[in-house]
């Protein structure tokens, strides 16, 4: 009914930028919030950063400063612009995205995960 699709991961140096995108489609009516988690090896999954229907934005503290969420040029769209990496962002990352669909139940959807490994 309704799929997130995420590009943009890779593996960069400490100090090394990426963008990553999350494009949701299908079965919309309507999104309250976007946003990516990410979970490292033996690690539980962690908010890193969301965007509201209002464009309020919340950050983990951990990448404050560093990463910027916003909303992508393509509808239904998000990126999150990581710079200043750290060998510690090294994660799956996951989008997420609180969805009013037609038809059915308000619910989350998740997108498959994307690698970040950050190392020299």
């Known amino acids: 009914q309704v799929q997130l699709v995420e590009t943009g991961g890779g593996l960069v140096q400490p100090g090394g930028s990426l963008r990553l995108s999350c494009t949701a489609s299908?079965?919309?009516?309507?999104?309250?919030?976007m946003g990516w988690y990410r979970q490292a090896p033996g690690e539980q999954r962690e908010l890193v950063a969301i965007?509201?229907?209002?464009?309020?934005?919340n950050y983990a503290d951990s990448v404050k400063g560093r990463f910027t969420i916003s909303r992508g040029n393509a509808k239904n769209t998000i990126d999150l612009q990581m710079n200043s990496l750290k060998p510690e962002d090294t994660a799956v990352y996951y989008c997420?995205?609180?969805?009013?669909?037609?038809?059915?139940?308000?619910?989350?959807?998740w997108g498959q995960g994307t690698q970040i490994i950050v190392s020299s």
């Open positions: 997420k995205a609180d969805i009013n669909p037609l038809g059915v139940s308000r619910r989350d959807y």
């Open positions: 299908g079965n919309i009516f309507s999104i309250n919030a």
């Open positions: 965007i509201t229907s209002r464009g309020m934005t």
